[in-house]
């Protein structure tokens, strides 16, 4: 399961823009896929009534809003600003279509596009993205966890075992964007401030019990699975049944990288990119931070944001090396991990069983928190693929070796 992210240029103001008086919570649009419900961002949905802006330099977000009669509704660091459409009467009120082609004319205008909806990756055609969930699931006490965490074949095969005699990723901060993260599971020993994009409040915890409900909870442990001793950064940018928006995603990436992540795990795609997140990703890289990202689970051509270079391309491999049928592929791939039947833990204390490519970038999350706090900060994402085990094409350098990459 896959998500991306965008990232914003210093000298330009990202501008959220809220056409309808109505919260907008919801898609133009949806369709099913299994029994989760996506948001289809490649056919164009998007929230009711937002577009984001991007204005040119020096140009003032609240004389654009003035100007179409606009208010703003919230100031965002990092200049962004979500304006409410108050003021308009009902025969006044413009459609997201033809604010974005009013505004892409106004010459305090860099770019201009919907606040895109973006779904929590699934296997279009494959049941199996519905989490297994153990029956045997129960908290663990006294910090011993069940046996299939600890002696699962992804541990053994990347050969974290191994990485741990030097290193356990202690001191590097991982950010995890996903649906939330339950932090009171006793995985989580270490863990620091997160946030929560979707309801705008400091408690980034799983709700709703929805389709994507553990999905973030799951990716957050699968990060420790590799570095047990990594601080893990929750960061609530999707909803329970795996809906997010652009700005959002966004938000959060140069967020994580404001607030020190070292290394920011992205376990979502989308197909077209989007600019808003592009740029947050650049913004995010330029702050140091390591950005990782699934390739996708639709079978074909990698998806975004993991297509970006400055992002850290995740293919699935099964337990015998080989690259699952539903894993995407191709030359922006950097490495593979393993994606199929991966535990980890589950909110309330559970566990449980997952596929998909939004477990394997995971493990190539904690690889990163090893290789940093073993003191190699220069090029991570060049000694990850360096010290990658050969496996068959389109899986880039191969499938990861923690071993390796920290020896």
């Known amino acids: 399961m896959k998500h991306r992210i965008i990232a914003h240029k210093n000298a330009f103001l990202v501008v959220v823009i809220l056409i309808l008086m109505a919260s907008a919570l919801t898609p133009r649009s949806f369709h099913l896929v299994g029994d989760v419900t996506l948001a289809a961002q490649r056919s164009g949905e998007y929230k009711d009534g937002e577009v984001i802006v991007q204005l040119k330099p020096g140009v003032v977000a609240r004389q654009l809003a003035a100007r179409y009669n606009l208010t703003v509704k919230k100031d965002h660091k990092n200049n962004q600003y979500l304006l409410s459409l108050t003021n308009l009467t009902a025969r006044d009120r413009l459609s997201v279509e033809q604010l974005v082609a009013r505004l892409s004319k106004d010459r305090d205008v860099e770019w201009v596009e919907p606040n895109y909806l973006v779904g929590l990756d699934q296997f279009e055609s494959d049941q199996r993205s519905i989490p297994n969930i153990d029956p045997r699931s129960m908290p663990f ?134 600019r808003v997140v592009k740029d947050a990703v650049v913004y995010a890289r330029s702050r140091g931070a390591v950005l990782v990202a ?42 593979a991990a393993p994606g199929v039947s991966i535990y980890s833990a589950y909110p309330g204390g559970g566990w449980a069983w997952w596929d998909g490519t939004s477990f394997a970038a995971p493990l190539v999350s904690g690889e990163a928190a090893l290789i940093i706090a073993r003191g190699r900060h220069s090029d991570v994402a060049k000694r990850i693929g360096d010290t990658a085990d050969p496996v068959g094409g389109g899986m880039g350098k191969g499938r990861i070796n923690c071993y390796e990459a920290v020896r």
Request: aromatic share 8%; glycine share 10%; with cysteine.
């Open 141 to 274: 006490l006294d910090g011993v966890s069940p046996a299939d965490y600890f002696q699962q074949y992804a541990l053994t095969l990347v050969k974290a075992p191994q990485a741990h005699a030097i290193t356990k990723g202690f001191g590097v901060t991982v950010a995890v964007i996903d649906s939330g993260v339950d932090t009171t599971h006793p995985l989580f020993r270490n863990v620091t401030v997160g946030y929560d994009f979707v309801d705008n409040d400091t408690n980034p915890s799983e709700t709703g019990f929805g389709s994507a409900y553990g999905h973030g909870t799951h990716a957050a442990g699968t990060v420790l699975l590799v570095a047990p001793d990594a601080t893990i950064m929750p960061i609530r940018a999707f909803n329970s049944a795996g809906i997010g928006d652009a700005s959002a995603i966004a938000s959060a990436i140069r967020w994580a990288a404001d607030q020190g992540a070292q290394v920011i795990n992205m376990s979502f795609s989308y197909h077209d990119e989007l």
């Open 294 to 335: 699934s390739a996708g689970n639709t079978g074909g051509a990698v998806r975004y944001p993991a297509r970006a270079k400055e992002v850290i391309a995740v293919a699935a491999t099964d337990a015998q090396d080989r690259k699952t049928s539903w894993s995407c592929e191709g030359k922006e791939v950097h490495v």
